[in-house]
């Protein structure tokens, strides 16, 4: 079970990293675009194709790990909670209030 936890909290890791790297370059390339195209200066033709590869192959990263992470969230919402009662340990008793 302790492995499970592990490999679990090893692949949320892993996924927020793949999606935060993916977010970065998907900004940054488009910001670079977008700049030099208001700006009205052309980018060089190899630096265009560059960033649009960049931008391509981040894509499905980010969908990917975006996808992986809603599934994983349903999955973990579905896992029963231990909590006292399910322990077999007895909620201690409130105690009245003497007016």
């Known amino acids: 079970m302790k492995e499970t936890m592990k490999q679990a909290e090893k692949l949320e890791k892993l996924l927020n990293w793949a999606m935060g790297v993916s977010v970065a370059l998907l900004g940054i390339s488009s910001a670079i675009m977008s700049i030099a195209g208001i700006a009205g200066f052309a980018l060089p033709p190899l630096l265009l194709r560059a960033l649009g590869i960049v931008s391509l192959l981040s894509l499905p990263v980010l969908v ?16 029963p909670v231990k909590t006292a009662a399910t322990n077999g340990v007895k909620k201690p008793k409130k105690k009245k209030k003497k007016k």
Do not use: D, P, W
């Open 64 to 79: 990917y790990s975006t996808v992986k992470k809603a599934l994983n969230a349903k999955e973990a919402a579905k896992l």
